[in-house]
């Protein structure tokens, strides 16, 4: 079972659209970060969330931890050819040392 | 934030053979991990590297098919030995950073042919 499931797996919009992706856990967890990778590249942070219900905006970008602390969302507004990439979930796990991804949400952004 | 290099950055290998990848980090780090992206897929943990001492390693990963080494506390190395294309993947390292979360080497494309 894995710990962090993400959706949608694939998405696939054209520039201007909106679009969240989710990520979901059975489990509660302290905290949560949102990584982006592009083809080629290891993934880069985005941000962390620590506090239930707590939203952070990045940009565009806006990221939620939900109230009881088992979710997070991703929502992208006015999307752009450049945010094309894997949207990684990840939360540290084995005593906070280690870093356990997401299954990962692919978004392509055409012109 | 630390800067790490990874080489190669590609390779096409023959099964059977063996491949070695490094990490090299700009500063000293504690902990060193290895991770396996499959294609089109997320990054899951191999294992982590301490200076010193043996590397911890996952669930389903084993030392003799990934043997690691941590010489210094800036460098470490990771093999894939006897490869099948099954092992076909990126390879990344990674070092944790505390506020900064965790950084990553741009990972090594293998293809077993």
């Known amino acids: 079972t894995q710990l962090l499931e993400q959706s949608p797996q694939f998405l696939s919009i054209q520039e201007g659209e909106n679009l969240t992706v989710y990520c979901n856990s059975s489990s509660v967890f302290s905290s949560l970060q949102w990584y982006r990778q592009e083809p080629g590249e290891g993934p880069v942070l985005l941000v962390t969330v620590v506090t239930g219900g707590e939203v952070k905006k990045l940009k565009r970008l806006t990221f939620q931890f939900g109230d009881a602390r088992k979710d997070s969302s991703l929502h992208i507004t006015a999307a752009q050819p450049g945010d094309t990439g894997l949207y990684l979930c990840a939360l540290r796990t084995g005593g906070g040392n280690k870093l356990t991804f997401g299954t990962g949400t692919q978004l392509k952004v055409e012109l | 934030s630390a800067v790490i290099s990874q080489k190669p950055s590609r390779d096409i290998c023959q099964r059977g053979t063996s491949l070695t990848i490094q990490c090299q980090v700009d500063?000293?780090?504690?902990?060193m991990f290895w991770y396996r992206q499959q294609p089109g897929q997320s990054l899951t943990l191999i294992a982590t590297?301490?200076?010193?001492?043996?590397?911890?390693?996952e669930s389903g990963f084993v030392i003799d098919k990934f043997p690691i080494s941590r010489p210094n506390l800036t460098f470490s190395t990771l093999t894939v030995s006897n490869m099948s294309p099954e092992d076909s993947s990126i390879y990344l390292c990674?070092?944790?950073?505390?506020?900064?979360?965790?950084?990553f080497g741009s990972g090594t494309r293998l293809t077993v042919v």
């Open positions: 500063s000293q780090v504690t902990m």
């Open positions: 590297a301490n200076q010193g001492s043996e590397a911890t390693y």
């Open positions: 990674s070092v944790e950073e505390g506020s900064y979360g965790y950084t």
